[in-house]
């Protein structure tokens, strides 16, 4: 879906769309509740580290998931994915193959994903996490599924957009929450603050949680140039803005709804406007795994990796709730 232009604007005309949709934000939230009172979590063979959010769309889930992937691995942890795969056909559970699956079959996170470390896609995520924990992962870490109560988390970081952390502050459909703010704040282990960079403002940590700040900084070799950019994730404009700051002329910028699932005619409109503008074309890896090979000729990809302030004390957490998972008492996390 693409983002409703009434979640994030502070005008009356958006307050009053926003309040028009009350009614059925109220039986959403209704049902959120019901699923999880009468939901009984069911336990992992392995400790859960999730990494969810509050919000619908994207905030840096599966770039944070990628790094703390890499923390943890440099520690000795052999770590596994563990993924919905929105998007894709499959429903699993079944390991992500990078060479064998397409974004159509898995989704295009789940691609991201593999390419780092073993990857489970399952709709069913206790069954998953069993397919990973049999595959002798010792740690799972799950991409999305915050929301989730099938399967009990042993570390859950909620991520928050620093510049708009829950946009007008309605719960979905008159906003973008996935729930309360308060609520998901109060299952999280750690807050993570998304930065638009490294010299954004921070807002102030959290009394009662660790917090972390963290920032998505590129990571290819791509020389700045004049482009034509484009990219159909939660919100394109981010990313837009992440290509001026790095000093990229862009020549124009079309945004898709997030998860775009591009064809021929549609690349090759694209390829027409960045030669009519004498630009590159360029998109996110998001963007680029969900295309085929004879479509991405051409176009260039920005690849971008998240960094943090404080790494260590993000790996020294997750480490820690890895191994109070080992005790006995590990029935009681959820």
């Known amino acids: 879906m693409k983002e409703p232009w009434f979640w994030r604007e502070k005008t009356l005309a958006a307050r009053l769309v926003a309040a028009s949709l009350s009614p059925a934000a109220i039986i959403y939230d209704a049902g959120r509740r019901l699923r999880a009172a009468t939901t009984r979590p069911r336990p992992s063979p392995a400790p859960i580290i999730c990494i969810g959010n509050a919000t619908l769309g994207g905030v840096g889930?599966?770039?944070?998931?990628?790094?703390?992937?890499?923390l943890l691995a440099a520690k000795g942890l052999k770590v596994h994915f563990l993924t919905r795969g929105y998007g894709g056909a499959l429903k699993g559970p079944c390991l992500v193959?990078?060479?064998?699956?397409?974004?159509?079959?898995?989704?295009d996170e789940a691609l991201l994903l593999a390419a780092a470390a073993p990857t489970w896609l399952s709709h069913d995520r206790p069954a998953g996490a069993l397919a990973a924990g049999e595959a002798g992962a010792e740690a799972i870490i799950m991409d999305d599924g915050f929301q989730?109560?099938?399967?009990?988390?042993?570390?859950?970081?909620?991520?928050?957009?620093?510049?708009?952390?829950a946009g007008n502050g309605r719960v979905f459909?008159?906003?973008?929450?996935?729930?309360?703010?308060?609520?998901?704040?109060?299952?999280?282990?750690?807050?993570?603050?998304i930065l638009k960079d490294k010299a954004t403002q921070r807002p102030a940590p959290s009394p009662s949680l660790p917090?972390?700040?963290?920032?998505?900084?590129?990571?290819?070799?791509?020389a700045p140039n004049r482009v034509v950019a484009f990219a159909g994730v939660g919100r394109p404009q981010r990313f837009f803005d992440t290509l001026q700051r790095a000093g990229f002329e862009?020549?124009?910028s079309i945004g898709y709804p997030d998860h775009h699932a591009y064809d021929e005619a549609a690349i090759d409109r694209l390829k027409k406007l960045a030669s009519a503008r004498g630009a590159r074309l360029i998109t996110t890896e998001k963007d680029f795994v969900r295309m085929s090979a004879a479509l991405r000729e051409g176009i260039d990809v920005f690849r971008v990796r998240m960094t943090c302030d404080a790494p260590d004390g993000v790996s020294s957490l997750a480490l820690k709730a890895v191994s109070d998972f080992a005790r006995p008492e590990r029935a009681a996390h959820v």
């Open 61 to 70: 889930k599966t770039p944070f998931a990628l790094m703390l992937q890499g």
């Open 97 to 107: 193959d990078p060479v064998e699956h397409s974004s159509f079959d898995v989704g």
């Open 148 to 165: 989730n109560p099938s399967i009990g988390k042993t570390l859950s970081f909620l991520l928050i957009d620093a510049e708009d952390p």
């Open 173 to 193: 459909p008159a906003g973008p929450l996935r729930e309360p703010e308060a609520e998901a704040r109060s299952r999280a282990g750690a807050l993570v603050y």
């Open 211 to 222: 917090t972390f700040y963290c920032w998505l900084e590129p990571s290819g070799d791509i």
């Open 250 to 252: 862009l020549a124009a």
